[in-house]
């Protein structure tokens, strides 16, 4: 090997050797795994301030923090020992520290709302997939003779899978108005730091005025059902309400002569007697000085009886209050697929479904939306061929990592070091000594090579014998065996010469190498 292909061999034997430790020290080391991820900034603070108290060994990429496998669940019973890392800021222990000297009533309501809102952003985040949570509560300052109104409050919300879902949010809505007095959940607004606003959509009739939410669970009954006969994607049904949105209150009141009933009765009775004398009338009792006969007595008696009887006629009272949301009319539209018939010279075709099918399907469905005809409800069944939705897109099919799923990031890369390795040793040691081997024949050879002419070999067994370069110490040319297997003789010396050159080059450099440096000498 020349002096370059060694230097070219040492080095990338250096390099294996190298791979090889840097690939056990990599394999051999403790593994690390994920502590906590997505943490604020000052919580992370706190997280590596007690990590380095405990002497654990641990790593910081970005928002993460990853430690020992061995030790992680460890290290996360005694943090939470802690307090760490902090959840939602503080919460009603911050009323703790709080005394009773120099602690005015507006320091006091001040730390309780703070109190109130880390204590609700805690129960947030308590719920699987929340990464943060901050609650804000705004209560209206009391004053006298003005009518205490009710709060607001209003909760962002960060999540793991990027999207907050409706039935989530309204969830938080009611949590927040439950924990607080005088709140409701219409209240409170949720906020998702990726999708901003959430809409929680209607919780009743009233919030629903177009009945939107009850016409898409009446849509998804009559779609199961169909699909339990015809089968998933052979049904469309459509469902329109007409709801009444108006508020109403009826109040009646009606008397019925035919009921009566005596609550009192009064009776009042009165009886009377008088008397008096009676005079003949003669021409002496008309004088001054006459006496009149005495006469009869007249006597006269009566008697009055009254009755009052109060009675109460039956009367009803009754009061219609009426709100938003009742069904004023409803239509149902529903397309099933038709059925598929092969004719006889193999073609395919599609044909209505039979009329008993349809009148079936059509009660089923009157029945599952509550159809009144004497409202003024319409139903609509009609059996239609389907159209093929044309085929997008390319089929996804399992890769070549897909079939690979015990391996994982780190097995990759130590197998990705290793096919280098094996590169770098093809690139740089294999194929330069295979290079110099071809560079050191300049010439052609015959497959065959020329024995050793009895004037080069050595007399002694392991003596090399010195060449001089004379032609005596070639010696007899004619002794020479024949060149690839021939069997004739080359006569010409100077041919025979060529090829002995040619099949051995090493003596003839240094036959060569000797005549330059004696002639330096000289």
Sequence with gaps: MTFRARIIVGTATIAMFAAILGMTRLTGGSEMALLYAGLD??????????????????????????????????????????????????????????????????????????????????????????????????????????????????????????????????????????????????????????????????????????????????????????????????????????????????????????????????????????SEAAQDVTVASNLPEGDAGAGGKNQSQNSETRERVNFEVSETQREVVRGPGGVRRLTVAVLVDGLRQTAADGTVSQVPRPEEELAVLRELVASAVGLDEGRGDVLTLKSLAFEAPPSEGTLAEAGLLSALPHLDVMSLIQMAVLALVALILGLFVLRPLLLSGRAGRALPSEPAPLALPPALASDTVNVPRVVTGEIDDIGDLAEMPALSGQATEIADPVERLRRLIESRQGESVEILRGWLEDGERA
């Design 41 to 274: 900034p000052a919580a992370s603070g706190e997280v590596i301030a007690a990590l380095d108290r405990m002497g654990a060994t641990y790593e910081v990429r970005g928002t993460s923090i990853e430690v020992e496998a061995a030790r992680r669940d460890q290290l996360r019973m005694e943090l939470a020992g802690e307090g760490l890392p902090a959840a939602g800021g503080q919460g009603y222990e911050l009323l703790d520290g709080l005394s009773g000297f120099g602690t005015t009533s507006q320091m006091f309501d001040a730390a309780y709302w703070r109190a109130k809102e880390g204590e609700l952003a805690r129960s947030i985040l308590a719920t699987p997939g929340v990464k943060s949570a901050r609650v804000h509560l705004a209560q209206p300052v009391s004053q006298p003779f003005r009518k205490a109104g009710s709060g607001t409050a209003s909760v962002t919300v960060t999540t793991a899978t990027g999207a907050l879902p409706a039935a989530q949010a309204r969830a938080f809505k009611h949590l927040i108005a439950a924990a607080v007095g005088g709140m409701t959940p219409e209240d409170v607004t949720v906020i998702d730091s990726v999708g901003g606003l959430v809409q929680t959509g209607p919780e009743s009739a009233a919030d629903d005025p177009a009945g939107l939410a009850r016409a898409a669970e009446l849509r998804a009954n009559v779609e199961r059902l169909l699909e339990a006969r015809v089968g998933r994607g052979k049904a469309v049904v459509e469902v329109s309400l007409d709801l009444v949105t108006d508020h109403e209150q009826i109040t009646e009141r009606s008397f019925d002569p035919k009921g009566r009933v005596a609550i009192s009765t009064e009776t009042q009775e009165k009886s009377g007697t008088s």
